[in-house]
T-cell receptor, first 111, second 116 residues
Framework: AAGVIQSPRHLIKEKRETATLKCYPI?????VYWYQQGPGQDPQFLIS???????DKGSIPDRFSAQQFSDYHSELNMSSLELGDSALYFCASSLAGFEAFFGQGTRLTVV | AQSVTQLGSHVSVSEGALVLLRCNYSSSVPPYLFWYVQYPNQGLQLLLKYTTGATLVKGINGFEAEFKKSETSFHLTKPSAHMSDAAEYFCAVTAYSGGGADGLTFGKGTHLIIQP
């Protein structure tokens, strides 16, 4: 069965650079979520989209933005990267919000 | 707003023994509750979920959990631990707001250690 696809799997950026993470949800899923998981931490909800509209917002920094496109894939844009942004970024998708399926994550390292 | 408290950041049990991972939640609206498992450097895999209906829910790998509204709890159990159960377990809560479910709020996680 198709799963949530995230790219890239690993990314190394320097401070103050910009990064773009991509997420391809499970086909026909209408909701996409983004989470950030720091080392040894629980996942923190960043933002979600339902039918291409932002539906919920968590602890997403102003330096970050996200959108969902007409084909339902989503991108998380991160600017002015800081060392503290180093984390595992997960995307999840769901149909009507009843069960979120997670991707394998993108490991971002800021040096 | 919702919150989740997982009691015990580390739980150690012997292989074959009962596994009990505790989760208490706080929610101002009827909650949807989930348990996820995470293996090292892996994504989150859903073990089981409670939305409505039967309060005892069964999941994958022999796990089950019971929703107890009066105790605001959703503890995860497995009758007999297996070495492959060693992982990080997260309890999570969300609410359905009509325009899609809100983002999950996770507990801090419980690291399950299985002793041979």
């Amino acid at each position: 069965a198709a799963g949530v696809i995230q790219s890239p799997r690993h990314l190394i950026k320097e401070k103050r650079e910009t990064a773009t993470l991509k997420c391809y949800p499970i086909p026909r899923h209408d909701t996409v979520y983004w989470y950030q998981q720091g080392p040894g931490q629980d996942p923190q909800f960043l933002i979600s989209f339902y039918e291409k509209m932002q539906s919920d917002k968590g602890s997403i920094p102003d330096r970050f933005s996200a959108q969902q496109f007409s084909d339902y894939h989503s991108e998380l844009n991160m600017s002015s990267l800081e060392l503290g942004d180093s984390a595992l970024y997960f995307c999840a998708s769901s149909l009507a919000g009843f069960e979120a399926f997670f991707g394998q994550g993108t490991r971002l390292t800021v040096v | 707003a919702q919150s989740v408290t997982q009691l015990g950041s580390h739980v150690s049990v012997s292989e074959g023994a009962l596994v009990l991972l505790r989760c208490n939640y706080s929610s101002s609206v009827p909650p949807y509750l989930f348990w996820y498992v995470q293996y090292p450097n892996q994504g989150l895999q859903l073990l089981l979920k409670y939305t409505t209906g039967a309060t005892l829910v069964k999941g994958i790998n022999g796990f089950e959990a019971e929703f107890k509204k009066s105790e605001t709890s959703f503890h995860l159990t497995k009758p007999s631990a297996h070495m492959s159960d060693a992982a990080e377990y997260f309890c999570a809560v969300t609410a359905y707001s009509g325009g899609g479910a809100d983002g999950l709020t996770f507990g801090k996680g419980t690291h399950l250690i299985i002793q041979p």
